[in-house]
C-alpha cells in the first residue's frame, strides 16, 4: 500500500546531468544523479554521512527520517 501511494505521487526524472563521483559510496551515486536533475529539495536517508558533502554544492539538504517529520510537525 505505502509503495503504491508513493508510486502514484512520484515524477519520472529524465536523468541528463550524471556529475561522478559524488559520494564516497559509488552505490549512493544514483541517488544523487536523480535529485539533481529533479532539482531536490532533499534527500531522507539514514545514510547522511556519505550524502551530506556531495549534496552540498548542488544545495540539496540531506536529512534523517526523524529531522524530516520534525520539521514537518513545526510546519503542521
Same mark, same amino acid.
Given at each position: +500500500?505505502? $509503495? &503504491? ?9 529524465? /536523468? =541528463? ?12 551515486? +544514483?541517488? $544523487? &544523479? ?9 534527500? /531522507? =536517508? ?31
Amino acid at each position: +500500500m505505502l $509503495l &503504491d501511494a508513493l508510486e502514484a505521487v512520484a515524477e519520472p526524472i529524465l /536523468v =541528463t546531468m550524471q556529475p561522478r563521483p559524488l559520494s564516497q559510496d559509488a552505490n549512493d551515486d +544514483m541517488v $544523487l &544523479d536523480v535529485a539533481i536533475n529533479g532539482r531536490a529539495d532533499a534527500i /531522507v =536517508t539514514n545514510n547522511i554521512k556519505h550524502f551530506r558533502d556531495a549534496a552540498r554544492p548542488f544545495r540539496i539538504r540531506v536529512l534523517t527520517p526523524a529531522e524530516l517529520l520534525l520539521e514537518l510537525r513545526k510546519k503542521g
